[in-house]
């Protein structure tokens, strides 16, 4: 029988007023006749995907199509062992029967494909098995087996029926489990977004919950998913915070360098060093275990190569060609956790975000400006003294976009009030930096606003309005 021959048959299979049986075509060599005959007029017809050996030269020819068409049931495609899954994702039969398999390992490895969970139930009719081997295939997404040389049509029907209860029961225990995980992974992101909101706002757990609730009414979401929009958005924000602080800390690293050279509080100098050397690290370590996207990634390898060369150039001996060295290095770790920051802003995709990346900005511009100042004192020559207006400058506008942002609260104008007022004294210092009193004004007031900055980072981090973004 021709291609086209067979999918007419296949078509007459199906047609409701069948009068003769018909049968697959011959494959490899040899033809299974009558296996795919139908009962006549049957309403319960089950449709059957038949899975035959590649090649059984001693096959029945009769005798499997009778028990078939007795069973009420007929095949409507063809398959070996090797198209099984292709043909049942084609043809989508009712249920796949494996008769007389020539390799039971070779049937295992295809049933992988399924994953124990095929899209319809799976018979097999075979030679006697070892208990060990049903295990497995059960495993495997088998769901009923029968001795080939006892199978009659009473026995096929009733392994088609048993087949078809466990695989629906199974299917109904797979929903059941997947809706059970999933709420289980909903109330997680709830409990993470009301414990977030509660320290943010320093309400109870009703009240975080009624703000959840309602946004996601607002946003017509479940509140899982608002939830989990809620935690990711913390996410974001804390990493853009965590990157800005590598931009502060590469100019904080060449100040106390710098300091130290000067002889301007060592002893405290060598203690923030090694402060800010083991915050680095922390910083990289947590960015490197977050889902970043591709050009995150790209951007923290970018980090930690800049940032390794500037450790290096750390540890030689403080001279003034060695802080020439490490400002270079420092420089290069800048403009490298600058692109990191900016990455995870756009990653973030959400507008708020920004306001927690400008503010991270002005702890680096504190740090640049001090270190600037120092440098051009004691370098005579270098090109220190030409970025400082431009740090100022740049420092003023972000301060004063800051002041003017709607995301505000009274403990966030009380911080950016008193930043202003230790902003004063740094620029005195920055003006007085060739007298030693002028150094000293200018490292203190440059930790000062470090950590005002920091305080003020960290509040926009939390802040109800970036969480809820």
């Not at 409507?76 to 020539?102: F, K, N, Y």
């Not at 097999?124 to 060990?132: D, I, K």
């Not at 004063?424 to 007085?432: E, I, T």
Request: charged share 25%; glycine share 6%; hydrophobic share 50%.
């Amino acid at each position: 029988m021709e291609t086209g021959d067979f999918t007419k048959a296949v078509l007459r299979y199906t047609a409701p007023s069948i009068t003769q049986d018909t049968c697959l075509p011959p494959r490899f060599g040899f033809a299974y006749a009558a296996t795919a005959c139908l009962v006549r007029n049957s309403p319960f017809m089950i449709r059957l995907l038949l899975v035959l050996p590649d090649a059984d030269p001693d096959a029945p020819r009769d005798v499997l199509g009778q028990v078939l068409a007795d069973a009420d049931a007929a095949a409507i495609g063809w398959a070996s062992c090797d198209t099984m899954v292709q043909e049942a994702a084609m043809l989508a039969p009712q249920q796949v029967l494996v008769h007389r398999p020539a390799s039971i390992p070779r049937l295992q490895a295809v049933l992988q494909a399924w994953a124990g969970a095929p899209p319809q139930p799976v018979v097999l009719v075979s030679e006697p098995l070892e208990p060990r081997m049903h295990e497995e295939l059960v495993g495997l997404g088998v769901h009923a087996w029968a001795c080939a040389d006892t199978l009659d049509a009473a026995g096929l029907r009733g392994l088609l029926a048993r087949a078809q209860a466990r695989w629906e029961r199974e299917g109904a225990l797979r929903d059941t489990l997947a809706r059970s995980l999933a709420h289980l992974d909903e109330r997680k992101w709830v409990d993470r977004a009301k414990g977030l909101l509660m320290s943010a706002r320093g309400i109870g757990e009703d009240a975080a919950y009624g703000l959840l609730r309602g946004a996601a009414m607002h946003a017509n979401l479940r509140v899982g998913e608002l939830s989990r929009s809620v935690v990711e958005a913390a996410q974001w924000a804390e990493a853009i915070n965590r990157a800005g602080q590598l931009r502060m800390l590469s100019q904080r690293l060449v100040r106390l360098a710098a300091q130290m050279l000067a002889g301007v509080e060592v002893r405290r100098s060598r203690v923030l060093r090694a402060e800010s050397i083991e915050r680095v690290k922390d910083n990289l370590d947590h960015l490197a275990g977050l889902p970043l996207d591709a050009t995150s990634v790209q951007a923290l390898v970018g980090v930690r190569s800049a940032w390794e060369a500037l450790d290096g150039a750390l540890s030689a001996r403080l001279s003034p060609a060695a802080l020439a060295t490490i400002d270079a290095s420092a420089e290069a770790l800048l403009g490298a956790a600058e692109a990191l920051t900016d990455a995870l802003e756009s990653s973030g995709g959400r507008r708020a975000l920004h306001i927690v990346n400008l503010c991270g900005r002005q702890r680096m511009r504190v740090q640049r400006l001090a270190k600037d100042a120092l440098l051009a004192a004691m370098l005579p020559g270098g090109a220190w003294s030409a970025h400082l207006p431009s740090t100022m400058d740049a420092f003023e506008a972000s301060l004063l976009e800051l002041e003017r942002a709607p995301l505000s609260s009274p403990d966030i104008r009380t911080a950016l009030s008193g930043a202003r007022d230790e902003w004063l004294k740094l620029v005195r210092g920055v003006r007085q930096a060739e007298r030693a009193e002028g150094r000293i004004e200018l490292v203190r007031a440059s930790e000062v606003l470090v950590d005002t900055f920091d305080r003020l980072t960290a509040s926009y981090e939390h802040s109800l309005q970036v969480i809820m973004s």
